[in-house]
């Protein structure tokens, strides 16, 4: 069946418009009583089916809703420290695939990229490919790509559980700090940037309540690291 996200969404109806008005009319030619799935963006899905179709919008009746099997019951939020040009795309497209809730980018010290002026454009270039993934992989929400945030205004303790994955740590592993004390709702990952986190960086992180864990004992580049550490955690996490 085909899905579509939707925002303009009441208790019966539904009405898609813009791009996936357009092709759901003139690209795959669905007609009134024509059936669908639409997502709603928080997670949820809804069966629906057309009872009217223009280029400009696409009018549905709702069925059925229910909660996505697509969505991680804990929610993973990436801490993301900024990669050199080019990299960051790369790693919103695949951890959105591997189901991550949201993606904060990050500067800290030994960052090589500084963010401009323009940064809140790329964001929106962000959130554009991480809506693309979330489509693709049948996710039923978008996660979003926040404001770049300094390393040192983090709040850890917003977060059930926050990792830091650090190449000189060797006392815990990231699966021994994910077995370790009560099932969280929220995880937060940061991963540094190429040239790593500084040692001041990350035991200030640990002061305020993060765990420096370790990844393997092979040294992964910052836009494997990410992808590496999510999908070990949901692994773990998801039943």
Do not use: W
């Not at 809730?101 to 991480?130: H, L």
């Not at 990231?174 to 940037?193: E, F, H, M, V, Y």
């Amino acid at each position: 069946m085909r899905r579509f996200f939707c925002d303009n969404i009441t208790a019966a109806t539904a009405t898609i418009s813009g791009d996936d008005a357009h092709h759901i009319s003139r690209v795959l030619r669905m007609k009134a009583g024509d059936a669908l799935s639409l997502c709603d963006g928080a997670g949820n899905e809804l069966d629906a089916v057309i009872t009217s179709v223009s280029p400009e919008a696409v009018v549905c009746v709702l069925g059925e809703k229910h909660a996505s099997a697509a969505e991680s019951p804990v929610k993973v939020t990436l801490f993301q420290c900024l990669p050199k040009t080019g990299k960051m795309e790369l790693i919103v497209q695949k951890c959105t695939e591997l189901g991550v809730f949201a993606i904060v980018p990050v500067n800290s010290a030994r960052c090589v990229v500084v963010p401009g002026k323009d940064y809140d454009k790329k964001r929106e270039r962000y959130n554009r490919v991480a809506l693309e993934a979330a489509k693709q992989s049948h996710r039923a929400m978008v996660p979003l790509v926040l404001p770049l945030t300094e390393i040192k205004k983090i709040d850890v303790k917003s977060f059930d559980l926050f990792l830091v994955a650090y190449e000189d740590e060797t006392a815990v592993s990231l699966k021994q700090a994910l077995r370790a004390g009560n099932a969280p709702d929220s995880i937060a990952l940061l991963i540094g940037p190429e040239g790593g986190l500084e040692m001041g960086e990350v035991a200030q992180l640990v002061k305020a309540g993060a765990v420096s864990v370790s990844l393997g004992k092979r040294i992964l580049r910052t836009e494997t690291a990410g992808m590496a550490m999510l999908a070990q955690t949901l692994y773990e996490v998801e039943e």
